[in-house]
């Protein structure tokens, strides 16, 4: 057996900070990882689709030649290249947080599955591959894996999670999406757009159902101009074999059904945590129904020492919640800190193009609060940056409380919307009234000068 100070199983994107920052600290420390070192946001998620994204959206632009005064003649996508670029980032991503973790003085890595074998003298057992690991801390960052989804025949066909999507040698013909959230809308518009045709098949009567109603409209509007078929209030029952592809079975909600043949078929209906493998039962670890880590507001799980970071702990699922919920337990175990996972203002984004970016209450939501709300919105067509760039898609909304003045929540679809969210969260993390940005000098031409200006025309709900 060998002895730690501190265990960290899983390499997601807050084990390994959590392990270098223990180890810089002077503790000796053993991280565990069964597959690839970075977990999903460098393997199959954030970075690698982002970057089928650009090659996307260039495409798209360079589609639209005509509106910006040059000609292309036409567009022929070279996939292998498109390939290229999502392999190298995974390759570089997935190299570097390896390199890291052995390069680091005082961490040893074990490539190997990591479970609970239970506690002894006061230390937690951990087995890792044939090795047996002892320490008195262990930091969970185990993440999540994509839901299987209930469909008859799905295990005979060669379907898709967004792991095998990327690293595809040749573009699908005709991408068939099962289910029109985050990761299907992002890849079905990347696909469509580097030529595929796409169908999306989505349970709920819109796309992103969680967003507002005008948010959703604009996407379904944006999607059927660019030729995406979306089938909503359906779902797949039943998949096969179809020549080199897949037949699906779609049914409506009203019972009607449809069939579609596809090439490839991507399932994107969720994710479940990896937690069930981990026994830990056997160190006393309770979770919710679904699977996830129960903590407290301090990230500690119901085990003493024992701490669940990221993804498996159902606060969060984006790469910016990992890495907080290291810096907040980093904060609290070497700095005395005393930081909260409650205090943090939901914010993330949906990279489409144009991108939404989203930062604390929706509309729906401000209206279920019970708060007196002001709210303004501001289409992108009058937004002159939006103009000069020939890409006016899209929404500001901005979400006031009439008491306080401060900010509830704000949503900007639209060019730059990812970042232009990014100033409204700053904003809010402040807890200034709404005010103070109408007074803050904005540079020109740009999307978020109109914030202060939209702020302007606050109306109640
Ligand atoms: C297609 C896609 C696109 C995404 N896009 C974005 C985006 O644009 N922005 C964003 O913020 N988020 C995005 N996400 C989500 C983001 O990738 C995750 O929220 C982020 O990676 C945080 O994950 P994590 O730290 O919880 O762990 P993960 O990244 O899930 O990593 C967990 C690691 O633990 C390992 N592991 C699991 N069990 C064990 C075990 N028992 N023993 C040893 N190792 C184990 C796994 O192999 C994995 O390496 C996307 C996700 C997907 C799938």
């Not at 990230?299 to 024992?306: H, I, K």
């Not at 937004?383 to 909304?397: M, Y």
Request: proline content about 3%; hydrophobic content about 40%; aromatic content about 8%.
């Amino acid at each position: 057996m060998k002895t730690f100070d501190a265990i960290v199983i899983g390499t997601g994107q807050s084990g390994p900070s959590m392990a270098v920052a223990l180890a810089r600290s002077g503790k000796r420390v053993a991280v565990i990882e069964a597959k690839h070192f970075g977990g999903s946001c460098v393997n199959d998620g954030c970075r690698p689709t982002k970057t089928l994204i650009a090659s996307a959206r260039a495409v798209h632009l360079a589609g639209r030649g005509a509106d910006f005064g040059f000609q292309t003649g036409s567009l022929e996508v070279n996939w292998s290249v498109v390939h290229r670029r999502v392999r190298e980032i995974i390759e570089r991503g997935t190299a570097g947080v390896e390199h890291w973790l052995r390069s680091t003085s005082g961490i040893e890595v074990f490539c190997a599955f990591g479970r609970f074998l239970g506690k002894h003298e006061g230390l937690y057992l951990v087995e890792a591959g044939a090795e047996q690991l002892a320490a008195a801390q262990v930091f969970i960052n185990t993440g999540t894996r994509p839901l299987v989804p209930d469909v008859v025949g799905i295990e005979t066909v060669p379907w898709l999670d967004s792991q095998r999507l990327l690293r595809l040698e040749q573009r699908p013909e005709h991408l068939i999406v099962l289910g029109g959230s985050y990761i299907g809308m992002e890849m079905g518009q990347a696909f469509r757009r580097l030529g595929s045709r796409v169908s999306i098949v989505h349970a709920p009567a819109t796309l992103v159902n969680r967003e507002d109603d005008d948010m959703k409209q604009e996407l379904h509007r944006i999607f059927a101009r660019e030729a995406i078929d979306v089938y909503t209030q359906s779902t797949i029952v039943k998949a096969e074999p179809c020549g080199s592809g897949i037949r699906v079975f779609v049914r409506h909600h009203d019972g009607s059904e449809r069939i579609l043949e596809g090439s490839h078929w991507l399932c994107a209906v969720g994710r479940v945590p990896n937690s069930d493998q981990l026994n830990l039962q056997a160190v006393g670890i309770e979770t919710d129904a679904r699977g996830f880590i129960g903590v407290n507001e301090f990230l500690e799980t119901s085990a003493s020492g024992v701490f669940a970071l990221g993804d498996v702990n159902g606060k969060g699922a984006f790469t910016h919640t990992s890495y907080q919920d290291f810096e907040i337990v980093r904060d609290n175990l070497l700095f005395g800190r005393g930081r909260k996972w409650t205090d943090r203002i939901t914010s993330y984004a949906l990279f489409t193009d144009p991108p939404l970016g989203r930062v604390g209450m929706t509309e729906t939501e401000a209206r279920a609060s019970g708060k007196q709300v002001l709210m303004a919105v501001k289409p992108m067509s009058k937004i002159g940056r939006a103009v000069e760039e020939a890409q006016t898609d899209g929404l500001i909304k901005l979400l006031v409380d009439a008491e306080t003045h401060t900010f509830l929540g704000a949503a900007v679809l639209g060019i730059y919307g990812d970042e232009v969210i990014q100033s409204i969260a700053y904003f809010m993390a402040t807890g200034s009234r709404y005010e103070v940005m109408q007074e803050t000098l904005p540079i020109h031409p740009t999307v978020a000068e109109f914030l202060p200006t939209i702020l302007g025309e606050l109306r109640p709900l």
